[in-house]
């Protein structure tokens, strides 16, 4: 089965920094890769993903780059805010069959420092 | 902000107790989900559902039970809560097809004394 891990655990970067998550998954049958930010008290809400077919999507501050070769994909959160501080969850899925469920990675915390 | 909602959101209730906790989305989805978040932050998938009257476990194995009667709910059920049980719950759900993007509720955060 699908295996996603998720580098570091906990980041701190001052604010204006730019933060970098990597995550690493193991079924190359995967072809679908949200990322999700927790805030303090609340669920996890998607922020950015991207498709196999894609090897990088920007949104704003936020972008994602897939590799599919050496499957991995990073999260790059440029210009910091204190409000970015949260826990970012990357996970994989084989989106396309009904059916299939989410693995997450294990979630890295970030704090925004300012 | 999806429309996905969780009941309570905080619980603290006493050893052997039964418990429901709910989840209710007006998206239409027919997939939801049930994790339970440990204080590690991981996420495990304890339950899913297809769509009405489907039911299935999920990675972690656990002691709740899930019906699906309706679409729009999917109740979570601890016969008798012990300690073990003391986590966040947090449900989801998704379109069957497509993007597969999951939605969240809040989270009910249970504690079992």
């Not at chain 1, 679908?32 to 920007?58: A, T």
Request: glycine share 8%; with cysteine; aromatic share 10%.
């Amino acid at each position: 089965g699908e295996n996603v891990e998720q580098h570091p655990s906990t980041l701190s970067v001052q604010e204006g920094d730019s933060a970098v998550i990597k995550c690493t998954y193991s079924d190359s049958a995967s072809n679908y890769f949200p990322w999700y930010k927790q805030e303090l008290g609340k669920g996890p809400q998607l922020i950015i993903d991207i498709r196999s077919n894609v090897g990088e999507k920007k949104d704003q501050r936020i972008a994602v780059t897939l590799n599919k070769t050496a499957k991995h994909f990073s999260l790059h959160i440029t210009e910091t805010q204190p409000e970015d501080s949260a826990v970012y969850f990357c996970a994989a899925s084989k989106g396309d069959n009904y059916g299939q469920n989410f693995v997450f990675g294990p979630g890295t915390r970030l704090s925004v420092l300012p | 902000e999806a429309d996905i909602y969780q009941t309570p959101r905080y619980l603290v209730i006493g050893t052997g107790k039964k418990i429901t906790l709910e989840c209710s989305q007006t998206m239409g989805h027919d997939k939801m989900y049930w994790y339970q978040q440990d204080p590690g932050m991981e996420l495990h998938l304890i339950h899913y559902s297809y769509g009405v009257n489907s039911t299935e476990k999920g990675d972690l194995s656990s002691e709740s039970t899930v019906s699906r009667i309706r679409t729009e709910h999917f109740p979570l059920t601890l016969e008798s809560a012990r300690p073990s049980h003391t986590s966040q719950y947090l449900c989801a759900s998704s379109e069957p097809i497509g993007p597969d993007t999951q939605y969240f509720g809040p989270g009910t955060r249970l504690t079992v004394l």
